[in-house]
């Protein structure tokens, strides 16, 4: 007879130390009920992260994809595990001592599949990019479409819908949450602590590639969906194109115009129109963070990543046009 109440599945690729901090944070977890089992499933990881984690796992699982990616790891982790509940962890991630067991009861009812938390940066004062991309994962509670990576999932749904797909490169979790709402299952976003996560994120190459994996995952989940009764991010790609399109577009329209009339009111213009943007953006975020600041930020963050976010677009169409499969976009 199975004993353990959940078992917790953290995946990770060269975390080191901070896969130390994950592993005992759920060790360190409020009594849920039950008991449970701790699985980390390695991604070919060169900084000795198996070893690490030995003395904190019930199993440790090794893999050497060709191509590494979130679901392989998930996969793997969820099918060796005992309980009927799986919550998945990055090893980038603190687990809040006490999320698991009001996750617990909140996945009681049989409508819900998968229940998740709220997730913020530890370190939002190490670098602009950690400031503003705390807010990113600031969503409201309630019935949602999708999860992040962090996650109570229940096993037999996991089961009854194949598990995650792995020749996704990202987005893998929000088209894992289609297939199972189509199951009639409810992913629901808990008003709770869930997780701690720590970007580390310091210099604009890793951000430019994080929007541009972002770009990627949008544009191949939504193709595989649209024909669904869940047509996830269809809408968002076209929003998406279009904003950059105009942004780049004013840019090259106002550098001709000056260029023509040999004045500079036309660039005066342009940046009033994209500070009308930033601050429009930043008050409609008002109800994420008040620091004035920090959502200012954000709203320069909500524009200008939509161009990275549109090259990732047009990479996903490049690729498939000459029957290519991306590799792997890594921003750390």
């Known amino acids: 007879m199975n004993k ?7 995946i990770g690729r060269n975390e080191g130390q901070r896969l130390m901090a994950c592993l005992k944070s759920v060790k360190e977890a409020v009594d849920p009920g039950g008991e449970i089992e701790l699985i980390y499933v390695d991604s070919n990881s060169h900084d000795g992260s198996p070893e690490l984690a030995e003395s904190f796992c019930t199993k440790v699982i090794r893999l050497q994809p060709v191509r590494p990616c979130a679901a392989f790891g998930r996969n793997a982790g969820w099918r060796a595990a005992a309980a009927p509940n799986i919550l998945f962890l990055d090893g980038d991630t603190l687990l809040h001592p006490d999320f698991l067991r009001k996750a617990l009861c909140a996945i009681d009812d049989p409508s819900v599949a998968v229940v998740w938390g709220h997730r913020r940066e530890a370190y939002p004062e190490h670098s602009f990019y950690n400031r503003i991309l705390d807010l990113d994962w600031i969503y409201p509670p309630g019935i949602t479409e999708f999860c992040g990576g962090d996650a109570l999932m229940r096993r037999s749904v996991l089961e009854q819908v194949g598990g995650f797909s792995e020749d996704l490169i990202a987005g893998e979790e929000p088209e894992l949450c289609q297939r199972i709402r189509s199951k009639g299952y409810v992913i629901l976003h808990i008003d709770e602590p869930m997780t701690r996560h720590d970007l580390a994120m ?8 994080r929007a541009l994996r972002a770009g990627h995952a949008y544009a191949e989940v939504s193709q595989r969906m649209k024909a669904t009764d869940f047509p996830l991010w269809v809408q968002a790609c076209k929003r998406n194109a279009i904003h950059a399109v105009v942004l780049i577009a004013l840019l ?3 550098i001709l115009l000056s260029a023509m009339t040999g004045t500079v ?12 943007l930033i601050f429009r953006s930043a008050y409609k975020a008002r109800w994420k963070r008040s620091q004035w600041f920090t959502l200012i930020l954000y709203g320069v963050h909500s524009h200008f990543q939509q161009i990275p976010i549109a090259c990732g677009q047009l990479s996903y169409w490049y690729h498939r046009f000459r029957n290519q499969q991306q590799r792997l976009i890594e921003y750390k």
């Open 202 to 209: 310091t210099h604009f190459n890793a951000y430019w590639k």
């Open 252 to 254: 090259l329209g106002v």
């Open 265 to 276: 009111l036309p660039c005066f213009g342009l940046v009033l129109a994209y500070l009308f």
């Open 4 to 10: 353990h109440l959940v078992s917790v599945v953290v």
